[in-house]
């Protein structure tokens, strides 16, 4: 019998910054009730930029243009997710040069990866990648390194990256998700009964499961 109490939808892109911070509190608050091995996660795509090209564009200029802020509010911002990734133990690396890149294939490997049941693994690697190396996660040998890093076989990988069908479904998943009302990240599902959108506090993320893991006296 599963012991299973709770599937966990999490829709995400790979260039969100609190995405890594929601995604970072909720485990803190998984792991300090032990609740881990009764929960069962999958990660769902939501491209914020679908339209960015390959060479992508530098994320300051991108976040100015995008949002109407300054580069004074954007430095402010980017010293705001410093902190706050420094308090979940990880590293936002910000540079004048750092750049926001279109995502398609990393949505493409993870849904690849599901089925082998290294999507985790992967989207760990790949936000590490981006955000704390510099890496460009819209290269294919970039990606290719990241999936072997997690145990995907780069041929494998390839004829995912390589095939329309699995470009096509990403479209598919994320217009059923748009259809449901969900227009931005990250949004996690809480056994299809329960969404919550944007980066909640481990405190918060408690306070939401704790009803699911609840036993009758």
């Known amino acids: 019998m599963s012991d299973i109490k ?9 260039v969100c910054p609190w995405c890594v911070i929601g995604v970072k509190h909720l485990r803190n608050a998984v792991v300090k009730n032990n609740w881990q091995h009764q929960i069962a996660v999958e990660w769902y795509p939501f491209e914020l ?9 530098n994320l300051r200029d991108h976040i100015v243009r995008k949002y109407g802020i300054s580069e004074q509010e954007s430095d402010r911002n980017r010293q705001h997710l410093i902190e706050c990734g420094k308090k979940v133990n990880f590293d936002f690396n910000f540079t004048d040069q750092s750049r926001i890149y279109n995502t398609r294939h990393c949505h493409v490997l993870l849904d690849y990866a599901y089925s082998l049941g290294l999507q985790t693994q992967l989207i760990i690697a790949l936000v590490t990648g981006y955000f704390t190396d510099g890496k460009n996660i819209s290269d294919i040998e970039v990606l290719l390194e990241i999936g072997e890093s997690v145990g995907l076989e780069a041929a494998e990988m390839l004829a995912h990256l390589s095939d329309a069908s699995e470009n096509d479904k990403i479209d598919v998943i994320e217009n059923q998700w748009i259809e449901m009302g969900i227009s931005g990240v990250p949004t996690m599902v809480f056994n299809n009964e329960t969404a919550i959108t944007g980066a909640q506090s481990v405190e918060d993320y408690e306070k939401i499961l704790r009803p699911f893991f609840e036993t009758e006296e």
């Open 6 to 14: 709770l599937k966990i939808d999490i829709i995400s892109d790979l």
């Open 49 to 57: 930029n679908p339209d960015m090209p390959a060479e992508g564009e």
